[in-house]
């Protein structure tokens, strides 16, 4: 189960003009807890007004060995957004020594390190989950391999510019790093320009042989996260091979469904070991309702996007809003976003621990 702790501030590196590096410091009784796989984020919160806020961001740092401790430190890369809550709060003040509240890592963007030949598409900030990827695939097996294709505005712009090229003198034959800027020209490498579904089809196959890639990792905001994977599509790839994370959704970019709802519904929640039933108020979300009850429950975006909130839905039936987290395969397997699902029985089970 998901818990929150206050761990202290190590460090804070600035990246961009508007990005930062911040590394949390893990005191040995919580590595346990704090132990993740490459891909995975956190969710940190603060108070404000007597709100509380919460955003996820990706842990950039490698995974720690499975036959080792937990990890002594954890660095997530924060970029500032227009009007950002915590993103401001993250770059202007915040400072070595203060605590933040963290929850334990979650998220099922990850990879498990073996042979063979893997690639990225990333876009801005989408970087972050995927330094980690890289960082800890390359390390942990000999025989993998590493494509990354990364997409940002200016060379002035892109985070982790110097953790990327330190990788790649690290491991000059068996990463290959491709840099596209879309609003600066380079003097090497690929035309500047957007990376959309018309451009990557024709680039993928000059760039490596896409059928033998073992995984495809798409990281970034929405736009180019749906072309990436229509171009691997038109391209032959199986959508098994094909991970995606969002981390921009335009306001317009999918619309939420309108959800006929019956007048009376009641949701009961299996949390923790512990169940609880309760009435579902009009317009209200199941997480919403469950967090009425059990302050408790997982979330962090409340927007489809982080999968914070999956749950497995054990009886009646919701319709789901938005969802830019959960696989095909889980939606399939009976997984649902709490935090987007509304109630379309008049009962509703849904089990978080599973």
């Given amino acids: 189960m998901a818990r929150f702790h206050p761990l202290p501030v190590a460090a804070v590196d600035r990246l961009t003009d508007d990005s930062v590096a911040l590394t949390l410091t893990v005191p040995p009784e919580l590595r346990e807890e704090y132990r993740h796989a490459p891909g995975q984020h956190l969710a940190l919160r603060r108070r404000v007004d007597g709100q509380e806020i919460r955003r996820t961001y990706s842990i950039c740092s490698p995974a720690p060995d499975p036959a080792g401790e937990g990890p002594s430190s954890l660095r997530v890369g924060v970029r500032l957004v227009d009007g950002g809550a915590f993103s401001t709060y993250a770059l202007k003040e915040i400072g070595v020594g203060d605590e933040l509240e963290v929850m334990t890592p979650a998220g099922r963007f990850t990879v498990e390190p073996a042979p063979g030949l893997y690639a990225a598409i990333v876009g801005g900030s989408g970087i972050t989950p995927v330094l980690s990827i890289v960082a800890t695939l390359l390390a942990r097996d000999s025989e993998a391999r590493f494509c990354l294709i990364r997409s940002d505005r200016t060379a002035a712009s892109t985070m982790f510019l110097e953790e990327v090229a330190d990788l790649k003198d690290r491991y000059p034959e068996r990463l290959q790093l491709v840099t596209v800027l879309s609003r600066e020209e380079q003097q090497a490498g690929l ?164």
């Fill in 191 to 354: 035309p500047s320009g957007r990376l959309d579904r018309e451009r990557l089809t024709r680039l993928l196959p000059a760039l490596l042989p896409v059928e033998r890639v073992a995984g495809w990792y798409l990281c970034g905001p929405y736009g180019l996260v749906q072309g990436a994977e229509q171009a691997l599509r038109e391209l032959g790839v199986a959508r098994g091979r094909i991970h995606e994370e969002i981390f921009h959704v335009d306001a317009g970019s999918a619309p939420a469904a309108m959800v006929p709802a019956p007048a009376h519904s009641t949701v009961t929640a299996r949390l923790d070991g512990r169940g609880g039933s309760w009435p579902v108020r009009e317009g209200e979300s199941l997480l919403e309702t469950v967090l009425r009850n059990r302050p408790d429950a997982p979330y962090a975006c409340k927007g489809g996007v982080c999968g914070t909130c999956r749950a497995f839905l054990v009886a009646g039936e919701v319709r789901m809003d938005r969802n830019f987290a959960l696989e095909t395969e889980e939606t399939e397997a009976g997984y649902v976003l709490a935090c987007q699902s509304h109630p379309l029985t008049e009962r509703v089970e849904l089990d978080f621990d599973r």
